[in-house]
Structures are given as C-alpha cells and as structure tokens.
C-alpha cells in the first residue's frame, strides 16, 4: 500500500527538465553558489566581485542556450532550463536594437515569447 502511494505521488510531481551534460550542471550550481555569496553580506560589499562573477556564469549559460526563469515564476522559484525555440534570436535582435539606439528617440522594450 505505502509503495503504490509513494509511486502515485512520485508519478504526480511535475517534471522538470535535468541538464544531461555535466557541464552544464556544473555552470548552474556555480551560478546557484554565487547567487547566494551575491545575495548575502558579501554581495553588499561594493569592492566584492562576487556578483560580476554569478553574472559571467549566467552569461555562458545564456550563450549556451539556457534561460532562467518562465513567464509564471517568480523569484526563489524560477529555474534554469532550456530556451525555447526563437527565444535566443530574439534576444540577439533586441540587444542589437539597443547597442544601435539613435539618441533623442524612445528605446525599445524586450517583449518575450508567450
């Protein structure tokens, strides 16, 4: 009896997708450790370069194909995961739209995929 509760339970749980590449597993929980250090006291310490780090690892897991966080998550319960298809390309447009910005004219607004 108590197996097949435990099997219910196990086969309720939503399923979250694993990085299957070792790096990939080894960049998050760099980025998670760093995320931490940043958010405590080391990271109000202006002088610590712990934040630039977290954020360095977050770009190589971005350049790599990864997002953190979907559109209902919020904060503590956002993850990393793949990017869905066109996610990165239109990433890559808005930040080009930005770095070519004429003066004097509105910026443009990132607006992601639904």
């Not at 998550?73 to 004429?102: F, I, K, T, Y």
């Amino acid at each position: 009896m108590r197996m097949l509760l435990f099997s219910a339970l196990v086969l309720a749980m939503p399923a979250v997708a694993q990085p299957a590449d070792p790096r990939i597993e080894s960049l998050i929980a760099q980025e998670r450790a760093l995320d931490r250090r940043c958010l405590g006291p080391e990271g109000a310490d202006p002088r610590s370069p712990v934040c630039d780090w977290r954020q360095e690892v977050a770009d190589r897991l971005d350049a790599l194909g990864w997002c953190y966080g979907r559109r209902p998550e919020m904060g503590n319960r956002s993850h990393w995961h793949p990017c869905p298809p066109g996610v990165q390309a239109a990433r890559r447009d808005h930040l080009r739209s930005l770095l070519s910005h004429p003066p004097g004219t509105p910026w443009p607004t990132y607006r992601p995929e639904r």
